[in-house]
């Protein structure tokens, strides 16, 4: 048996979330055409007869703004120092950039790491541009002293690949016991991942300037008591934090039709994933500046 952890990094939107979502084989990460979409190290738990993969998808490594950016990539430099693989993602549509390097760069000085480097959105291009990449991937682990123990293109949208990928994490882990029971799929808190549909469906369509200034916390959520046992309903009530009114009058949408969409989205994904039908209420409130205060951004979970 072998167990152990792969961190999968990268800069933002390169598709780790995808690319998590589709080893685990089940939606363990949201995922949206944001940079900086993920906000919290998720764990999902790929469970096989010859051992145990915990993949931790980390935050888009990025030059912060603010002291929530500067938070984030504290965080994966945490999470990366202490797993046994790290996998750096480089999208097969783009070209490499200096956060590439940046990210590259830091990775190499980690000692007694595998790491492995995979092409990602293979799906997008041709096979050409792929090859062209792969290289190039190859080139920049020369340069930086990176002995790439694999080097792999994925799609993780078309499902190409992914097993492949999966079995050769899986043979780089150190002998051990599983770590989660079979059958776990992820060990993120129920309320963070509730959290988190709710901020996907806020994310979408939405200007580009609001993305990193929502927030999402759950106040309450509780089975309503006087429900008969087979017709449960979970309440779950809601907050959408963002940093100025403007940003407010966005979410909600004119006659809060946009805050309504956003709200039907995700009961369906949230009930979903519980098990059973939810009523979800969404407020939305302004934090002013939330990510550049220390206080609000604790209170906030960051």
């Not at 999968?8 to 589709?22: E, F, M």
């Not at 994925?154 to 499902?159: H, L, N, P, Q």
């Not at 927030?215 to 959408?240: G, N, Q, S, T, Y």
């Amino acid at each position: 048996m072998r167990s152990g952890f792969t961190c999968i990094v990268g800069r933002p939107n390169v598709g780790k979330s995808t690319l998590t979502n589709a080893l685990v084989g089940q939606k363990v990460a949201i995922t949206s055409d944001r940079p900086q979409t993920t906000r919290h190290t998720i764990r999902g738990i790929v469970t096989k007869p010859e051992g145990q993969l915990i993949l931790i998808d980390t935050p888009g490594v990025h030059k912060p703004r603010t002291l929530l950016g500067e938070r984030l990539n504290a965080l994966v430099a945490d999470t990366w120092s202490e797993v046994d693989v790290v996998v750096m993602c480089f999208p097969a549509n783009e070209a490499i950039g200096p956060g590439d390097r940046f990210i590259a760069e830091q990775i190499a000085s980690i000692p007694r790491v595998k790491k492995v480097a995979v092409v990602t959105k293979i799906d997008t291009t041709d096979k050409q541009a792929v090859g062209e990449q792969l290289l190039a991937v190859q080139k920049l682990g020369q340069e930086l002293g990176i002995d790439w123990a694999e080097l792999v293109p994925v799609s993780a949208v078309a499902d190409n690949q992914v097993d492949l990928l999966s079995d050769l994490l899986m043979g780089m882990l150190p002998e051990g016991q599983i770590l989660y029971p079979d059958g776990e799929l992820t060990d993120e808190p129920e309320l963070i991942m509730i959290a988190e549909l709710i901020r996907e469906s806020a994310l979408e369509g939405v200007h580009d300037e609001l993305p990193h200034s929502i927030a999402v916390v759950i106040d309450e959520m509780a089975m309503r008591a006087d429900r008969p046992e087979d017709k449960p309903l979970m309440d779950i009530f809601a907050l959408i934090y963002v940093e100025r009114e403007s940003q407010k009058h966005i979410v909600i949408g004119k006659g809060g039709s946009r805050l309504k969409e956003v709200g039907t989205e995700a009961r369906i994904a949230i009930s979903k994933m519980l098990g059973v039908p939810v009523y979800l209420d969404i407020r939305v409130k302004i934090a002013k500046d939330w990510q550049r205060d220390p206080k609000q951004l604790s209170r906030l979970g960051f």
